[in-house]
């Protein structure tokens, strides 16, 4: 009988996929991943207005904790949907996951740019907000696994880091361009224009990324026969994963722990907390954002550049206790002396150590599971992650915020998260430079 291992070979039919370039399979891959980040930016940094218009009842404390509860609500239905199409990806193909994802991820941003506010049909509005991210979630829940499965899968073993870290790249791109139409909308348009309709805006315009994305992944050819025999069913897949693979599984999700808590309060909660603590105005706080989201997309694939060059672990491991060591030390300085300058200086510090290790961590996961059940045990583990410690982040530390008083929570969530996930390093192989 083969083994895991032996099974999960290199690709062996590469000649029989259509000729793409590198730059081209990264765009088709990271296009969905990039959608979904670009609608969350947009949602966290309107979320204290998305709490006045569809949370009218509720106190302006209420209405941001509501607001930012029904974004982490989305995250909810993540490891279902990493359950389900990561189950596609290994039996169908990733292309195949990767379109029902897209589809389904353009359905729930359509649904909020169109859905009219409490002023307007009652409770019926934030119940629809709240399916709409439910949706969301699910799409997304397997996108960002099987999409980095993939990178990892087509990718030289010498350069995997590289081009796997464009899927965290997309990231910071999708946070700029979402955080750049945020801020043009709060400058250019007036309160009652912005509350009105300009919102709706970026939401509506996100659905045209679907057709554009499900036409750029038809080129790069399927993969439904270059997959090895999996499990008998998704039962006996899924079977594989939890005992089989169990010990990855968990390794993976302390990993994910640490690099989702910092993304969503670094790139996303930053303009909230601004605007609400530091009492920026809404425009300047929205530049930190589009600061943080340039630096992503230039400082994650040098992280994976470093991690293809110096290896996985140690980039990481690096990256991951500056940021944790100097998060509290950030938090301090804007609180007690909060300028324009102070603020963007500290967002740009902590995105660029944030950056370099999701650059490093994101080829490291993929490389924890043999490929027959890569795209389930990626998609699961970090769904479950992002959906706990990601999703929710702004609602605990805005939570903590309010019981303790104390303005730097959001810096000890980090840490508490990122000293958990250095625990996994020292067990998990280095395997940059072997095919998987």
Wanted: charged share 10%; net charge positive; proline share 5%.
């Amino acid at each position: 009988m083969k083994s895991p291992t032996m099974r999960s070979a290199p690709l062996a039919t590469a000649a029989s996929r259509p000729a793409i370039s590198t730059r081209n399979l990264i765009i088709a891959t990271t296009i969905g991943n990039a959608f979904e980040f670009f609608d969350l930016t947009v949602y966290s940094f309107f979320a204290i207005l998305l709490g006045k218009l569809f949370f009218p009842l509720a106190s302006a404390q209420q209405q941001l904790l509501l607001s930012v509860g029904t974004f982490g609500v989305g995250f909810v239905a993540r490891p279902l949907g990493g359950v389900m199409f990561g189950v596609i990806a290994d039996r169908y193909g990733r292309i195949t996951a990767m379109n029902l994802t897209l589809l389904a991820m353009a359905l729930g941003t359509g649904l909020i740019g169109l859905t009219p506010t409490y002023a307007h049909i009652g409770i019926a509005a934030p119940i629809v907000i709240l399916i709409a991210r439910l949706l969301q979630g699910f799409s997304a829940g397997g996108e960002v696994g099987v999409a980095t499965t993939l990178l990892a899968e087509r990718a030289s073993a010498s350069r995997r880091g590289f081009i796997t870290s464009w899927q965290f790249a997309s990231q910071g791109a999708a946070a700029l361009a979402g955080s750049l139409v945020g801020f043009l909308l709060s400058h250019f348009l007036d309160r009652g224009s912005l509350e009105s309709w300009g919102w709706r805006l970026p939401f509506l315009a996100g659905i045209l990324i679907a057709p554009l994305g499900l036409y750029l992944r038809s080129r790069i050819g399927d993969d439904a026969h270059e997959l090895p025999e999996p499990a008998q069913g998704s039962h006996g897949l899924l079977k594989t994963v939890f005992t089989r693979d169990g010990r990855q599984l968990l390794f993976a999700l302390m990993l994910v722990i640490g690099g989702t808590s910092a993304h969503f309060i670094v790139l996303y909660y930053m303009s909230t907390y601004a605007i609400k603590y530091l009492h920026l105005p809404m425009d300047t706080a929205m530049w930190s954002g589009v600061l943080a989201g340039a630096v992503m997309l230039v400082m994650s694939p040098i992280g994976g550049m470093w991690s293809d060059r110096y290896g996985r672990k140690r980039v990481t491991f690096v990256s991951r206790v500056l940021l944790t060591v100097l998060i509290l030390p950030g938090f301090l300085v804007i609180t007690h002396q909060p300028s324009i300058l102070t603020f963007n200086l500290v967002v740009c510090v902590l995105a660029a150590l944030h950056s370099i290790n999701a650059g490093a961590t994101g080829p490291l996961l993929p490389e924890l599971f043999p490929r027959s059940t890569r795209a389930t045990g990626l998609s699961l583990s970090y769904a479950a992650g992002v959906s706990i410690f990601g999703g929710f982040a702004q609602f605990i530390v805005t939570w903590l915020i309010g019981i303790t008083g104390d303005p730097t929570a959001p810096a000890w969530y980090v840490i508490v998260c990122g000293a958990l996930s250095l625990v996994p390093l020292a067990f998990v192989a280095e395997r940059a430079r072997e095919a998987i």
